[in-house]
């Protein structure tokens, strides 16, 4: 099956974007700040080690650094430069690691998280099962796992302004909150506990809606999107189309669904489902052996 999503592509546009990303990010902040609103869950308990997926700039992995001072906590992102521009977030007085590595194969030892946190980075995967699953992987037993996602109500007024004026696909689809419940249930989490918002931002009109788009890095990633640039007719005939949705103060509305995800991971030896059978994996320090008597 041909991939849904062109990772380098990603990759090259959060690159281009770390510069500037923190000034342009302002629902990404409010998100995060939401998301680690939920670390209350631990209560009082104090993680060793903490993952922030798809870091970013950093400003979590910061926050979690400051929240848990004896912890070690790592930023992991798949471009470089916004792993640079997070080494300001780590002062050396709290630093933290930072990886860099893809959120699809990470490059930790099975069992060795205690809380991984993931603020709007899984809307760029295309197969949540297998994430989850490797997520699943390198938390301890009863660890804490928080995401967040973008759903696909996003961006829907861009998506129907440009079908209307191309066949090829201008945003990425999103998995439902019904897809995100699922695939945590098949990587095997327990009490996973998924809810969502739907922000509404304004823009005085389409070009400024697609700039900040860049500067966020949220460009069109889809292996199948046109790869030539959107010509001034195409883009014309989707701003025509935008422009009936002004709302009364003359703005154009944007939406944004996100998806917020909740999950502890279970006991060892619980099973996950593969093919629509459960697979269990037991350590081997679990499993007795008998040895044969000398002769």
Known sequence: MDPLFDSRHVRRAFSRAAAGYDAAA?????????????????????????LDVGSGTGHAAAAMRK?????????LDLALPMLRQARRQAGWWKP????????RALPLAEGSVDVIFSNLCLQWVEDLPAVFAGFRRVLRPGGLMLCSSFGPETLAELREAFAQADASPHVSPFASIAQFGDALLSA?????VVDRDLFNLTYPDLPALMRE???????????????????????????????????????LPSSWEVIYAQAWAPAPGMPIREGGHEVAAVPLSQIPIRRRPQP
């Open 26 to 50: 302002a629902l990404q902040a409010e998100v995060r700040t939401r998301l680690l609103e939920s670390l209350a869950y631990l209560d009082d308990r104090q993680p060793s080690v903490v």
């Open 67 to 75: 929240r848990w001072s004896k912890a070690r906590v790592v930023a």
């Open 96 to 103: 933290f690691n930072r990886v860099c590595a893809d959120a």
């Open 188 to 192: 095997g989490f327990r009490d996973p």
């Open 213 to 251: 788009l860049r500067a966020i890095g949220a460009t069109n990633a889809m292996a199948s999107r046109r790869r030539s640039l959107t010509g001034r007719a195409r883009f014309a005939a989707a701003a025509a189309a935008y422009e009936p949705l002004r709302d009364g103060q003359g703005r």
